[in-house]
């Protein structure tokens, strides 16, 4: 079936630097992925939706210009978290509509980043 | 705006016993309901998904959730949990206006002990 599939699955950084993480889809095209990030303990909190072709969607409260997306094409969308600080170490998880039911998605793997 | 409530956060049964996790869910219309189970260092695999029809879905894994409309409900459960079944498990809500409004419930940890 389909998967998606993230990249790095862990990454610890340097606070001040950039990180970026991919989020493939294999064997489907995906206009729509979305992006979450996950707190320990906590529920996933949608943070933006990516669109192939066009400028992201982000949910309330979260800072654009810190966490750029792009989709640059049908299979791939990146998250690129700048000048990256403690307090954004987390567990960020991308998904992908699987087009068979409004609602239904893929995830990636998840990526664990440690920000020193 | 539609929302979702899991209101035990942590639950333990004994490997055979059976399970049922909880889940409520607030929204307008007809929702369309999912089940996924996240284990430790990873994403999200669904389990099953309701979103017309027959009101008990079966998933993968032996799992079977049951839609009560009067109730809001789609509580999971499963006959006999084996010890490979410890995980977080995640309800969530679709609506039917689009890909990205979908909603998680804050998750049950499920614990197995021998």
């Known amino acids: 079936g389909a998967v998606v599939s993230q990249h790095p699955s862990w990454v610890i950084c340097k606070s001040g630097t950039s990180v970026k993480i991919e989020c493939r889809s294999l064997d489907f095209q995906a206009t729509t992925m979305f992006w979450y990030r996950q707190f320990p303990k906590q529920s996933l909190m949608l943070m933006a939706t990516?669109?192939?072709?066009?400028?992201?969607?982000?949910e309330q409260g979260v800072e654009k210009d810190k966490f750029l997306i792009n989709h640059a094409s049908l299979t791939l969308s990146t998250l690129t978290v700048t000048s990256a600080h403690p307090e954004d170490s987390s567990f960020y998880i991308c998904s992908a509509p699987t087009g068979r039911i409004t609602g239904e998605l893929f995830f990636g793997e998840g990526s664990r980043l440690t920000v020193l | 705006a539609q929302s979702v409530t899991q209101p035990d956060i942590h639950i333990t049964v004994s490997e055979g016993a059976s399970l049922e996790l909880r889940c409520n869910y607030s929204?307008?219309?007809?929702?369309?309901l999912f089940w996924y189970v996240q284990s430790p260092g990873q994403g999200l695999q669904l389990l099953l998904k309701y979103f017309s029809g027959d009101t008990l879905v079966q998933g993968i894994k032996g799992f079977e959730a049951e839609f009560k409309r009067s109730q809001s409900s789609f509580n999971l459960r499963k006959p006999s949990v084996h010890w490979s079944d410890a995980a977080e498990y995640f309800c969530?809500?679709?609506?039917?206006?689009?890909?990205?409004?979908?909603?998680f419930g804050t998750g049950t940890k499920l614990q197995v002990i021998p």
């Open positions: 990516s669109n192939e072709g066009s400028k992201a969607t982000y």
């Open positions: 929204y307008g219309a007809t929702p369309y």
């Open positions: 969530a809500v679709g609506t039917s206006g689009g890909y990205q409004k979908v909603t």
